[in-house]
């Protein structure tokens, strides 16, 4: 794993969008794989003011979103459809038939989680995963316990998650009970990983991450036998490790 040091969110959402954007210019055909949560909004911040500033184009671009709650349609302010639309596809130049992100209300479920799955393989994969991590070590949903060989698929979240996730619902009662997430094998069959870590709050899941041992409990931790990962960590989650 490449670690790339920055003092705070600022220069890590700055390093992010430039690793992004770099890579969008080298392949404007690009799979791109993309996270929701606070971490990487700084970056689509950048982003979009690099789109702006620059034009870089993300008209042939594809992206697949890691994740969507159940029982939450796109219009929800809550969906990661509406959190996608409204940090960063609203903004730049992609065609929105081109971004794909889990339906969370729809009937059959099941198929939703395969029809994800075969969608990322028919456009031949995933050129470049955006991760955030969660204190548990969550990577995408995949709580603690999910197995390595997961793919799409439909997971129950945990307390510590919801509670977490609850700053932006209002209260934890609020959070949906599950959420449709790529599997751990989904995400591992990307061709690069670029993992933001920001925050005392993820400072035990970075020290994890890099000192603990590779395991299920720990879903994060599957990141160490993948080729291709970047971690950009400010101060704050580095901690004195
Ligand atoms: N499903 C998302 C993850 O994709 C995200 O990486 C993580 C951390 O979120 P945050 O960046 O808000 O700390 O939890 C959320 O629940």
Known sequence: MNIIEVKDYQEMSKKAAEFVRDNVRRNPNINLGLATGGTPVGMYKQLIEDHQKNHTSYKNVTTFNLDEYIGLSEYNHNSYRYFMNDNLFDHIDIQMSKTNVPHG?????????????????????????????????????????????????????????????????????????????????????????????????????????????????????????????????????????
């Not at 609020?174 to 751990?184: D, H, K, L, N, S």
């Not at 925050?199 to 603990?212: C, I």
């Open 105 to 241: 209300n729809v009937k059959d479920l099941k198929k939703e989680c395969s029809d994800f799955e075969h969608l990322i393989k028919e456009h031949g994969g995933i050129d470049l995963q955006i991760l955030g991590i969660g204190s548990n070590g969550h990577i995408g949903f995949n709580e603690p316990g999910t197995s390595f060989e997961s793919r799409t698929h439909i997971i129950d979240l945990t307390h510590s998650t919801r509670e977490a996730n609850a700053r932006f619902f209002g209260n934890r009662a609020e959070v949906p009970a599950q959420a449709i997430t790529m599997g751990i094998s989904t995400i591992m069959k990307s061709k690069a990983i670029l993992l933001l870590i920001s925050g005392t709050n993820k400072r035990e899941a970075f020290f994890q991450l890099v000192h603990g041992e590779i395991s299920e409990t720990f879903p994060a931790s599957v990141l160490r036998k993948h080729s291709c990962v970047t971690i950009i960590v400010d101060e704050a989650a580095r901690g004195n490790v």
